[in-house]
T-cell receptor
Framework: AQTVTQSQPEMSVQEAETVTLSCTYD???????LFWYKQPPSRQMILVIR????KQQNATENRFSVNFQKAAKSFSLKISDSQLGDAAMYFC?????????????WGLGTSLAVNP | NAGVMQNPRHLVRRRGQEARLRCSPM?????VYWYRQLPEEGLKFMVY????????ESGMPKERFSAEFPKEGPSILRIQQVVRGDSAAYFC???????????FGSGTRLTVV
């Protein structure tokens, strides 16, 4: 069975600085997706970035980028130029691309505080 | 095009009552997923449904929990005889058949008193 591990329950960063959130996963599959979701206090789940396993190039979305190391099964999220609005829970998630079942397997999350 | 609509946003039930949570998927989405988020935890998959079919219920407790996605109307997650441990946020997500465009609702927070 697939598992996702986030080893940092809490992180903090100064406004305008860079922070990296860690995520490792375990799977025997070769075709899958990885995601980072943001959950602010409003509780809405917001997709931050996604990575397809067969793509070697790391995904980037504005200030958000990932370091995807397939062999090491590592998928970290880097937030550059941190803003106060980035403060939230961040969840790493895995999704198999086999069959039609698109259920997500989640890590326990990292609570990110942004200090002014 | 409205997103995934969940209602109610907040639901309070006394122990032993029934809770019904509703999820209307995005227009054109035929796949629905339910997740539960316990306090201070990530989401746990509960059940995956297509119209009139339960495809994967491997994450759903065997007792007291059931889900449906009828041909017409929203998907319903039903919890009978609720207990305090059922208190959680319940999220619904929908997707089209291709799996792309996976979209979450805002969740229902269930509190059992």
């Amino acid at each position: 069975a697939q598992t996702v591990t986030q080893s940092q329950p809490e992180m903090s960063v100064q406004e305008a600085e860079t922070v990296t959130l860690s995520c490792t996963y375990d799977t025997s599959e070769s075709d899958y997706y990885l995601f980072w979701y943001k959950q602010p206090p409003s509780r809405q789940m917001i997709l931050v970035i996604r990575q397809e396993a067969y793509k070697q190039q790391n995904a980037t979305e504005n200030r958000f980028s990932v370091n995807f190391q397939k062999a090491a099964k590592s998928f970290s999220l880097k937030i550059s130029d941190s803003q106060l609005g980035d403060a939230a829970m961040y969840f790493c998630a895995y999704r198999s691309n086999a069959g039609n079942n698109r259920k997500l397997i989640w890590g326990l999350g990292t609570s990110l505080a942004v200090n002014p | 095009n409205a997103g995934v609509m969940q209602n109610p946003r907040h639901l309070v039930r006394r122990r032993g009552q029934e809770a019904r949570l509703r999820c209307s998927p995005m227009k054109g989405h035929s796949h629905v997923y339910w997740y539960r988020q316990l306090p201070e935890e990530g989401l746990k998959f509960m059940v995956y449904l297509q119209k009139e079919n339960i495809i994967d219920e491997s994450g759903m407790p065997k007792e007291r929990f059931s889900a449906e996605f009828p041909k017409e109307g929203p998907s319903i997650l039903r919890i009978q005889q609720v207990v305090r441990g059922d208190s959680a946020a319940y999220f619904c997500a929908s997707s089209p058949q291709t799996g792309d465009g996976y979209t979450f609702g805002s969740g229902t927070r269930l509190t059992v008193v």
